[in-house]
């Protein structure tokens, strides 16, 4: 649900030198809160992709007779490195859920994101698993946040400028703590009591923020389309500087524990941190507790990003009407990376044929990719197929026009047949075919030397041209694939249809993902004119 709010928007420019001998000033005074005073809230924003009329999202779900996996995801545009993270950790988590699954019962994964931002500089993203049935059942949370400035997809602790600001923004967390829910330093749970302990203990062990502002009162300039100064602390001498993308994710490791990385902004303009009811036995009977942070408390531990993501979240461009889509962005494109995942390309050569629209189907079963190697002959004679296998997200790759051998062909021949099925290919389905696959796997310099297409080869070659067992098909598929692999299928036998749904269900089973053949090898892993055979990495 998308939370609403009037004309008022937290005014950026008010300024709070948070020192930590203030913080501790604070933290040392015993709170009062009298029995009709309610306790501290925050209004977190956050909100479902689907209220968004011009974004796109994508639902799946997985059933088979062991478990259930689902999950929802926004698609902002072809490739969006945004997308592809959401739906690379996804995958991590659907695969260490299949792989620890009970010998009983009926486990359950169901993954979902919801928004926490938008807009053209910033966009924010919290996904949450929920397991069920297995060990260690739960929910998860986990935030991302994206700046269009660098391309960068980035972690929660980039919102802040340097260790000493997250120090500071759990010290008024613990604050809240103290006041609202009368909690002293040693009941406060996990990092927040280690650091308002340590605080309080020793307050020169705690990094403070600097006691001069961090810019003028015009603060922010980036907040009204301008570009942000350079004025501001430097990070505390021996921090991490969050600003560096590759020092926040160090940070986040460090921090993983910390109520911090599952923050939202808060409708009021400043945090909204979420902790588990357990650990505030006075927040009563509710599902979550939402601390606030005042908006004059992140004045001096936002970094710019973090100004820019506040301004995304309260400010205009947040409205639904507003956010920045247009019909180019629609387009999935490549949103797994496989390096980090269990991935098998499946490959289906000599089609379309009779039995490919019973293969599809089969395919959809188990939301899974594949490659055709389609010859161009039959395209015309089946465009609907061709059509629908495009449309259903898989690739579709060059087989030349009727099978020939191109090693018997010269160089303008090979040329020539090659464009022909291209065209062949682009005419149904609006795309040129990435790769070639040559017939009976057959090549040399001639034929390296006619093509810029990228030559797909296999590492597993289920012999179903030979053997017509669906049995045989299906056990060789399984007993030989590994991450990376690519498996060679041909969709004009019926007997290699029948095996593909216990391929897909064993598989699935142990964590894999299909991908198609530009997805396996990445965008730099393939070279023009070259053999390959997978992307094996054992």
């Not at 960068?152 to 008024?172: K, N």
């Not at 560096?244 to 910390?258: I, L, N, V």
């Not at 990719?369 to 495009?390: C, K, N, Q």
């Not at 291209?422 to 040559?438: C, M, S, Y």
Request: charged share 25%; proline share 6%.
């Amino acid at each position: 649900m998308w939370l609403r709010y009037g004309p008022h928007v937290a005014d950026t420019s008010l300024r709070r030198n948070l020192t930590v001998s203030a913080a501790l000033g604070l933290l040392l005074v015993p709170g009062c809160h009298s029995a009709e005073q309610s306790l501290p809230y925050a209004e977190a924003i956050q909100f479902s992709p689907d209220t968004l009329e011009k974004l796109v999202t994508r639902t799946v779900a997985v059933q088979d007779d062991h478990s259930t996996v689902s999950y929802r995801y926004p698609i902002l545009g072809e490739s969006h490195p945004l997308t592809a993270e959401i739906r690379t950790g996804m995958a991590e988590r659907q695969t260490a859920f299949l792989e620890e699954l009970p010998d009983h019962g009926s486990p359950e994964l169901v993954q979902d994101v919801e928004l926490l931002a938008a807009s053209e500089d910033v966009i924010g993203a919290r996904t949450t698993a929920l397991t069920s049935g297995v060990r260690g059942a739960g929910t998860e949370t986990s935030t991302l946040w994206y700046d269009a400035g660098t391309g960068e997809v980035l972690p929660w602790t980039s919102l802040f400028r340097d260790e000493g600001s997250l120090e500071a923004a759990h010290l008024a967390v613990a604050q809240v703590l103290k006041d609202g829910y009368q909690l002293s330093v040693d009941q406060m749970p996990g990092l927040l009591g280690e650091i308002a302990t340590r605080a309080e203990a020793d307050p020169d062990s705690v990094s403070a923020v600097a006691s001069e502002p961090a810019a003028s009162p015009e603060a922010h300039p980036e907040e009204n389309g301008e570009e942000a100064g350079t004025d501001g602390a430097a990070p505390t001498a021996g921090d991490a500087d969050l600003t560096d993308p590759e020092q926040a994710w160090e940070a986040a490791e460090r921090w993983a524990a910390s109520p911090l990385a599952d923050l939202a902004f808060s409708t009021a303009g400043g945090l909204a941190v979420r902790l588990d009811p357990s650990d505030v036995p006075s927040a009563g009977r509710v599902s979550e507790v939402l601390l606030p942070v005042e908006p004059e408390e992140t004045e001096e531990v936002l970094s710019e990003l973090g100004y820019h993501a506040r301004s995304a979240a309260v400010g205009a461009n947040s409205d639904p009407e507003d956010f920045p889509l247009d019909g180019t962005l629609t387009a999935e494109g490549s949103s797994l990376d496989c390096e980090r995942l269990k991935c098998v390309a499946l490959t289906f050569d000599d089609g379309p044929g009779e039995h490919t629209e019973e293969l599809l189907d089969h395919l959809g079963e188990y939301d899974a990719r594949a490659t055709f190697y389609v010859m161009g002959s039959l395209v015309g004679e089946f465009p609907e197929i061709v059509e629908r296998t495009h449309a259903e997200g898989h690739e579709m790759g060059n087989h030349t026009w009727k099978h020939d051998d191109l090693t018997t062909l010269s160089a303008e021949g090979v040329a020539e047949d090659l464009k022909r099925t291209d065209e062949a290919i682009q005419e149904v389905t609006g795309v040129a075919p990435p790769t070639l696959r040559p017939p009976y796997g057959a090549m040399n310099s001639t034929v390296s030397d006619a093509t810029e297409h990228p030559i797909i080869l296999w590492d597993v070659d289920t012999m179903d041209w030979q053997n017509r067992d669906t049995g045989a098909v299906a056990k060789h598929a399984l007993d030989e694939s590994k991450p990376g692999s690519v498996v060679l299928f041909h969709d004009i036998h019926k007997s290699t249809v029948d095996a593909i749904p216990d391929v897909l269900e064993g598989m699935h089973a142990e964590g894999f993902h299909f991908v198609t053949v530009s997805e396996i090898f990445g965008e730099d892993g393939l070279k023009p004119g070259q053999p390959h055979t997978d992307a094996r990495v054992d």
